[in-house]
């Protein structure tokens, strides 16, 4: 069949609207197929307006009550250990007052039980997260039903703009492949591995709370992380934070953290 | 017009295939990064940002210094400055393709750059930066190429530059406060937690990037039969003296607010610039360079004897740069890191590999350069400036 220049472009326009309209359909139909097969969400599920946590660190004795904490975290989530301290990941680590807050640590003459002691430090999801401001990707995002700072690790692009305007150094970048060299001891399937050039935090255990468990620190914690939603006054971080005398770290920031430390304890009030 | 790019010396070729291979180099360094992660550079969990967004943070002051001749020559109809406005337009371009590139070799997956655009957000002031910086390139692009091809054909421009140029003196402008408020507005890094940032950096920019220029049109006026002329290089001298005045006197205004008001936080940064902190000192005989520097040269251009002079104004304008350079650079990204957040020190250098891309970045700037200032002064030395 012979075809004038005409008839060649009045069928390729038809074929052209056929087939973005057919790719149309396509895509429509696979969005609408991945919404019908996604689960329903857990009826166990854990829920709340705010996620937040009181510590009292007065309740961990030893080095191991530490590690307890830090370990349960870093094993589930895949978190590599690394021999360069400067690639350090941590999603949850220990450090003393004086750089705990180090806005308050020119008081020499303070209590010195409170000034020797350790802290628990992990990610604060704020209720203003600077973090969050300045995303370019939005790959860190406060999440709208319940206040957690999620991270996308697919999304980020590693530009580490996060990591400067977080306050409270609760952010790491993969500076090195974390899958290599043996750096994560055993692997946990149920939770991805990281590749290079992304950064990833503590992101409260999202994916234990869908199945309606505690985040891990403060399952293994024995008490001393107490997990719960700060907008309900009946929750029991509520009821900890009325009968003790709590802190956040920098709150003259304004990002609003979400952790509160116990300094003072409930005899002497 | 852009065939006079194709044509010349033996030594043009040799300077053309010199920067190749300075790429070259930095082409392969970079893919060792690509592959192995930024893990090759000395940046670390606690300096997250070091000698690219340092190299960054100067080349946007070096772009939107051109808005010097720009204002002058269309505002003011300086006309003195006609003749070498297209160097400061072209410079612009060479300074904002090496700002892009600083960028995206800082990156850990730049492969998704496009997320930037894919998920816009508002609310980021990188983002911003990202527009304003390709808004910038291309008015550069377009009205450095257009009133060149004019000037060629002995012809006025045509007529819808003019608001474009117009337009660029704002834009100018926006760039480097943009890229100052992406420092200025991060709580809990005292250093650049303050409100002169963007002043601070425009200061610097019209005192460095200035000075740039006129080191180049003395090195064209050299090199080629292009003369940019006495006057015009004595008049951005000047903008340079008042500039770097300007500059440093906002430095101190930094200095007292951080040391008087007795608060350790905003003063740590400073002292672990200039004395040292918990017996970490890598960056003091850097700082106390830029210091000696910036004073010195104010002390030749302020002098009229001096600055006149050639050969004492072009040693003024190296330590302008140089002074510039390490303040605005390193003295500003690293003092910002340091103490981190928990009042600790790790210190940054940085490595081989990141010296080799940062000299394969800077050679791309170099290439752009050459070849735009190439055709630049063809046609400057075929018909000299046309005054439009």
Redesign the interface.
């Known amino acids: 069949m012979s075809m004038n220049r005409r008839q060649f472009l009045k069928l390729a326009s038809v074929s052209t609207i056929l087939g973005v309209g057919s790719a149309t359909a396509i895509t429509s139909l696979g969005r609408g197929g991945l919404e019908a097969s996604q689960a329903s969400p857990d009826p166990k599920a854990l829920k709340a307006k705010r996620w937040g946590f009181v510590v009292d660190v007065g309740m961990l004795k030893t080095e191991e009550d530490y590690q307890k904490c830090i370990d349960a975290c870093h094993n589930i989530h895949n978190v590599p250990t690394l021999k360069n301290p400067k690639h350090e990941i941590k999603w949850i680590w220990k450090d003393d007052y004086e750089h705990t807050f180090p806005n308050m640590a020119e008081d020499k003459i303070m209590n010195k039980e409170l000034q020797e002691k350790n802290f628990l430090l992990f990610c604060n999801h704020c209720a203003n997260p600077a973090c969050v401001r300045v995303c370019p990707t939005q790959a860190t995002f406060k999440r709208k039903s319940d206040g957690i700072v999620m991270q996308d690790m697919h999304r980020c692009i590693g530009c580490r703009f996060c990591m400067a305007a977080c306050p409270f150094g609760a952010r790491s970048f993969n500076y090195v492949d974390p899958r290599k060299d043996n750096a994560i001891k055993v692997e946990n399937k149920e939770f991805p591995t990281r590749m290079i050039g992304v950064v990833e935090k503590c992101t409260a255990c999202y994916e234990r709370l869908a199945v309606g468990k505690q985040p891990a620190c403060a399952e293994a914690s024995n008490g001393a992380i107490v997990f719960g939603d700060l907008e309900d006054p009946k929750s029991e971080v509520r009821k900890l934070m009325a009968e003790k005398y709590t802190i956040r770290r920098k709150p003259e920031l304004g990002t609003q953290p979400s952790i509160y430390y116990v300094i003072g304890g409930g005899e002497h009030v | 017009m852009f065939e006079r790019a194709l044509s010349g010396s033996n030594r043009y070729w040799a300077w053309i295939f010199f920067l190749l291979a300075v790429i070259g180099v930095g082409f392969l360094a970079y893919m060792k990064q690509l592959n ?4 090759i ?1 000395g ?4 300096v ?2 070091g000698f690219y967004i340092a190299q960054f943070t100067f080349l946007v002051g070096v772009a939107a210094s051109a808005v010097m001749l720009v204002i002058p020559y269309y505002l003011h109809n300086f006309k003195k400055f006609g003749k070498i406005v297209i160097l400061g337009e072209f410079l612009a371009v060479s300074a904002v393709t090496m700002c892009m590139l600083f ?1 995206l070799v ?5 492969m ?2 496009l ?2 655009v ?2 816009p ?1 508002l ?5 911003w930066d ?1 527009l304003v910086l390709n808004g910038y390139l291309f008015l550069n692009i377009i009205i450095g190429w257009t009133t060149l091809a004019a000037d060629q054909k002995q012809v006025a421009p045509p007529k819808w530059v003019k608001p474009l140029i117009y337009l660029s003196i704002p834009w100018a402008v926006s760039i480097h406060t943009v890229t100052a408020f ?2 200025a ?5 005292h250093l650049w937690l303050t409100a002169i940032m963007a002043a601070r950096f425009l200061a610097s920019a019209f005192a460095g990037g200035p000075a740039i220029l006129v080191l180049l049109a003395l090195l064209v006026r050299k090199f080629s039969k292009f003369d940019p002329g006495q006057e015009a290089i004595q008049s951005l001298a000047k903008i340079v003296t008042y500039a770097m005045c300007a500059n440093v006197f906002f430095f101190l205004l930094e200095v007292f607010t951080a040391f008087y008001s007795g608060i ?2 905003h003063a740590h940064p400073l002292v672990y610039l200039f004395a040292g902190l918990d017996g970490h000192t890598k960056l003091v005989p850097w700082m106390w360079t830029a210091a000696v520097l910036a004073f010195a040269s104010i002390a030749l251009l302020v002098n009229p004897s001096t600055r006149q002079n050639e050969g004492t104004l072009k040693i003024a304008l190296v330590g302008v740069i140089i002074a510039a350079w390490i303040d605005k650079g390193m003295g500003l990204v690293i003092g ?2 340091v103490p ?5 020190v ?1 210190e940054y250098a940085p490595t081989m590999p990141e010296l080799a891309i940062t000299f394969g970045v800077y050679a791309v700037g170099l290439l752009v350069l050459t070849l735009l200032y190439k055709v630049a002064i063809g046609v400057r030395e075929e018909n000299g400036a046309v005054e439009h």
Do not use: C, K
């Open positions: 192995e992660g930024l893990g550079t940046l670390s969990r606690d997250s940002w960028i800082d990156m850990g997956q730049p998704r750059v997320n930037v894919l998920h957000t609310n980021s002031v990188m983002f990202a992406l420092y507005g991060l709580p809990g890094r350790p936080g910002g890191f981190n957040p928990f009042e600790r790790t």
